[in-house]
């Protein structure tokens, strides 16, 4: 029992459970758990992604220890500890063979009534993005798909002329492949299209409970590869 006492201080042991939005959650969480595993392999970790909404009601109902997210739709909550980390920015990325994938430079207006896909958008930020790119009959940016899954919608923009919004450097391994593209619109970022499109990154905890070592190391993990992340966009 001390042996297993001590080993759980030290975060050596332990079961955590722990949410990540869709895309922190691929090029964050997932090499921070690897990292983790590395000097303490015992710690079992089981991670859930979702919107950061979702996330929070897990976090209250004590169905996760923390999460990792974008905070721009988070309402503030007096049960929960938030944590800003930093603004990432976004970009728009295309196939290779999209036909604005070949232009140096993409007006705003080739933009309008193309096919996108995204993960789960807030209600405001859909407005404003449909208000400049084409809405639909609510107002809203119209996507072809909507998926909380990395994976899933970058397999499907590598196979469809379709537009996605994701942090800058997210597709860094496919642009550098060749098979992705990342679109330069001017007008867009002389409107603001950093704000529209950016991830604003942060952890949240519950405001009256101790994290465990184990958390705690792992969110000493997330600290460092979210700075690094955020230096290199």
Known sequence: LSREL????????????????????????????AELHLGHPAVKVKVEIAQSLVLQQ????????????????????????VEGLGSMPGSLYARAQHPLARQLTVPLAALRGQRYASVHLPGPLARRLGALLGADDAGLLPLALECE????????????DVLVSAPRGFFALEAAAGH??????????????QALLRMDLGI??????????????????????????????
Not at 58 to 81: G, N, T, W, Y
Not at 149 to 160: D, F, G, I, P, T
Not at 210 to 219: E, G, R
């Open 6 to 33: 001590n080993l759980l201080r030290s975060g050596d042991l332990g079961d955590i459970v722990v949410g990540a939005g869709p895309y922190s959650g691929a090029n964050l969480m997932a090499p921070a758990v």
């Open 58 to 81: 897990q976090l209250l109902a004590e169905k996760i220890d923390f999460f990792m997210a974008d905070l721009s739709e988070l309402p503030a909550h007096p049960q929960c500890r």
């Open 149 to 160: 899954s990395a994976l899933v919608l970058r397999e499907y923009l590598l196979r469809h």
């Open 180 to 193: 992705l593209r990342e679109l330069h619109v001017p007008e867009l970022q002389g409107q603001g299209a």
């Open 204 to 233: 949240v905890w519950p405001a009256d409970r101790t994290p465990s070592p184990a958390v705690d190391l792992l969110t000493q993990l997330l600290r460092t590869h979210a700075a690094a992340a955020l230096q290199a966009a």
